[in-house]
């Protein structure tokens, strides 16, 4: 198919992009302002607001808010002001009929707000994602740390049970009342005699 290129297309941090279309005609608008008739100026004022849905529809096929990381709209710039205000005025649903389609219109007096209500947005947007990921590492963290003192009350445990069991053991080999050490010197004293002295 043919090579989509937009007018202009504005970067955001994060690799974001606006993609803004100017190409929309405004030969009937130019027309209306040569002629005197109201008559004749409100044919024309038809014809510049069918020609401004016709390119809405045609930005709508193009679907330029398709490119990666794009806003969801296309923003389609009317360089006139009057020209704007003109359609808008007659034609009541046309920012609508716009908004319906994914395309957004604009003038000059309103593209620059518009592209920084945009910057704002998408700048809450990172702080709220980022609010949600230091959430979520903040509850993985506790869940480790919970986990990491469990397991150090086991070894813990582990090492009483160990130290008791190491206790008992040498209390019945060499400390305790009627430890082994002790009984084998006494069947030594009764004349016991093992294999290294005999």
Do not use: C
Not at 70 to 84: N, R, V
Not at 95 to 113: C, D, E, G, K, Q
């Amino acid at each position: 198919g043919k090579k989509m290129r937009p007018d202009a297309v504005i970067k955001y941090p994060d690799e974001r992009n606006v993609i803004i279309d100017s190409k929309v005609s405004l030969n009937a608008y130019e027309k209306m302002n040569s002629f005197e008739s109201s008559e004749e100026k409100a044919q024309l004022i038809t014809l510049h607001i069918g020609s401004i849905k016709r390119h809405i529809d045609d930005l709508s096929r193009k679907r330029y808010d398709h490119i990666s990381e794009s806003l969801d709209f296309t923003i389609m710039f009317i360089p006139i002001e009057p020209a704007f205000l003109v359609a808008v005025q007659h034609d009541q649903n046309l920012w609508n009929y716009a908004y319906a389609r994914h395309v957004i219109l604009v003038s000059p007096t309103n593209l620059i707000a518009f592209l920084k209500l945009i910057s704002d947005l998408w700048k809450r947007d990172n702080l709220s994602q980022n609010a949600l990921k230091i959430s979520e590492a903040g509850a993985k963290l506790y869940d480790k740390l919970v986990g990491f003192v469990d397991n150090l009350e086991k070894v813990g445990k582990n090492m009483d049970l160990a130290q008791k069991s190491y206790s008992d053991a040498f209390s019945q080999l060499y400390t305790g009342r009627g430890n082994l050490i002790k009984r084998a010197e006494d069947l030594k004293n009764m004349g016991l005699q093992n294999k290294i002295n005999k």
